[in-house]
C-alpha cells in the first residue's frame, strides 16, 4: 500500500537526506526534491555519484522515485556541447527536457525568461478575467484591490526574491 505524507512531515522525513559533495546541491522542497550538480571538464563522478546516493537512500527509507515524473536538463554554453549518458533511474533512462518548472518558475536549457514570462503573463490574464466580473457586479473598490493583490500581483510577483 502507498502512503502519502504532508508536506511537512515529507520534509521532517527526509531532513537527513542531504548532498555529499560541494559542487552537488540537494534541494528539497515538500514533496519535490532537486538535485542540481556542476560538472567541470566533462567530470561527472560526483553529479552520478550524488543520484546513486540519493536513489540509495530513498530505496533504505522506503520511499519511491517515481521515473516518470522525472527529468534532466543540461545547461551547457559550450560551442560544441559533448553528449553525456542518460542518468539510469530504476532502470529506466531519465529523460532529457528542454524546461522544467522549479516551484512555480520555468527553467529553460537556455537560462532565459521568455517562457516563464509568457506563462505568468497567461496565468494574470485569466484571473483577470474575474476581477473584470467582479467589476460588473459592483464589488467594492477596497474588494476588488484585495482581490487583486491576493490573486494577480501574487502571480506576477512569484518569482521575486527580496
Not at 545547461?75 to 530504476?90: A, G, M, N, Q, Y
Request: positive net charge; glycine residues 4%.
Amino acid at each position: 500500500m502507498n502512503r502519502v505524507l504532508s508536506p511537512l512531515l515529507f520534509s521532517l522525513y527526509t531532513n537527513g537526506c542531504t548532498s555529499g559533495h560541494q559542487s552537488v546541491k540537494l534541494l528539497k522542497f515538500a514533496d519535490d526534491t532537486t538535485l542540481i550538480g556542476l560538472i567541470s571538464d566533462g567530470n561527472e563522478p560526483a553529479y552520478r555519484g550524488e543520484i546513486d546516493r540519493l536513489v540509495s537512500w530513498c530505496s533504505t527509507n522506503n520511499l519511491e522515485l517515481n521515473s516518470l515524473k522525472t527529468v534532466e536538463m543540461t545547461v551547457d554554453f559550450r560551442k560544441e556541447p559533448t553528449p553525456h549518458p542518460p542518468v539510469i533511474l530504476c532502470d529506466s533512462p531519465v529523460s532529457s527536457a528542454e524546461s522544467f518548472c522549479f516551484l512555480g518558475t520555468t527553467i529553460t536549457k537556455e537560462l532565459k525568461w521568455e517562457q516563464n514570462i509568457s506563462s505568468l503573463t497567461k496565468k494574470a490574464q485569466q484571473r483577470m478575467y474575474f476581477l473584470r466580473q467582479l467589476k460588473k457586479f459592483l464589488f467594492p473598490v477596497k474588494m476588488l484591490v484585495n482581490f487583486y493583490t491576493a490573486i494577480i500581483e501574487s502571480v506576477l510577483t512569484s518569482s521575486i526574491t527580496v
